[in-house]
C-alpha cells in the first residue's frame, strides 16, 4: 500500500519497533533456552515500546512472534516444551502494530559453532535481501526485486521458496502487492514512490519445495534441508529504497 504523510510517523514507529525488538532479542537467543521463553521476551519488549504483538491471535496463531528452527522455514510456533541447542539456526520474525499501522521484520541466527554451509546459508540469504531491496525503485516491477533475490541465491547453490512470498505492508499487516523471491525481471506490479513493502527471502540449503506440519503453521523443507529467513519492511523511493526496520545485522 502507499504511505501518506498521515500515516508516515506511526508507520515509522510500528517498524522502529519491530526492528529494536528483534536486534535486542539477539543475545536472548542461546543453547538451553526455550522458544516460549523468547517470545515472552519478545511481548515485553514490544509493549515497553508501546507497540502490540502484531501476530498473536492473527488467523488464529497462536504465539506472539515466529520462531523457526533449522528445516522450519517460517510460522513456527513458540514453546515451553522445546529448547534451542548449539549447531541451530534460528529465525526470528517479528511483527508490530503501533495506532492502527503494522512493521514486520525477520533475521535467523546462528547458535554457538555451526556447519560451514550453514555460514555461508546466512550469508548469501543476507546479500539476497540487500539486492532485491536495491530495487526497490519507483518504475521497476516486483518481478526486478523477485529476479535479483533469486538470481543471487541460485548462483550460489541454494534455492528460494516458491510457495511463499513477501508482501505490501501498512495499515494491514499483510496487503497488496505480492513480492515473490523467483520471476523475471521487468515483470509483476510497478512499484511506486511510498509504497511499503516487506520483502523477505527464504532460502533452503537444498531444494525449494516445503510442507505444513500437522500444527497447521509451521512450513518446513521437505528434504530435511535447513533454511534460512530475512526480511526488512521498506519504502519504495524515488531513486533509493528507505528501510525502516533496520533489523538485519550486517
Not at 510497478?190 to 520483502?199: C, F, G, K, R
Request: aromatic fraction near 6%.
Amino acid at each position: 500500500m502507499i504511505i501518506t504523510t498521515r500515516e508516515r510517523d506511526d508507520f515509522s514507529r510500528a517498524c522502529t519497533i519491530a526492528g529494536t525488538v528483534l536486534r535486542s532479542l539477539q543475545p536472548v537467543i542461546q543453547a538451553g533456552v526455550l522458544t516460549g521463553d523468547i517470545a515472552r521476551e519478545a511481548e515485553r519488549l514490544i509493549e515497553k515500546e508501546g507497540g502490540t504483538a502484531a501476530f498473536k491471535g492473527y488467523r488464529g496463531f497462536p504465539g506472539t512472534i515466529c520462531i523457526s528452527l533449522n528445516e522450519e522455514v517460517v510460522h513456527g510456533i513458540p514453546s515451553k516444551q522445546r529448547t534451542v541447542k548449539e549447531g541451530d539456526l534460528v529465525s526470528l520474525d517479528v511483527g508490530v502494530r503501533y495506532n492502527r499501522m503494522y512493521g514486520d521484520c525477520a533475521a535467523t541466527f546462528p547458535v554457538g559453532r555451526i556447519r560451514d554451509r550453514h555460514l555461508v546459508l546466512l550469508d548469501v540469504t543476507r546479500q539476497a535481501l540487500k539486492a532485491g531491496i536495491a530495487k526497490a525503485v519507483a518504475g521497476n516491477r516486483t518481478g526486478d526485486i523477485a529476479a535479483a533475490i533469486q538470481g543471487y541465491v541460485e548462483a550460489n547453490g541454494f534455492s528460494v521458496v516458491r510457495d511463499l512470498a513477501g508482501h505490501g505492508i501498512g495499515s494491514r499487516l499483510h496487503d497488496y502487492p505480492e513480492i515473490p523471491n523467483f520471476g523475471m525481471a521487468g515483470r509483476g506490479d510497478l512499484l511506486v514512490e511510498n509504497m511499503a513493502l516487506a520483502v523477505e527471502p527464504m532460502v533452503n540449503e537444498l531444494a525449494y519445495p516445503v510442507k505444513v506440519l500437522s500444527d497447521g503453521w509451521t512450513i518446513v523443507t521437505r528434504d530435511g534441508g535447513y533454511s534460512c529467513h530475512f526480511e526488512e519492511t521498506i519504502l519504495v523511493g524515488r531513486e533509493q529504497p528507505l528501510i525502516l526496520t533496520g533489523a538485519v545485522p550486517e
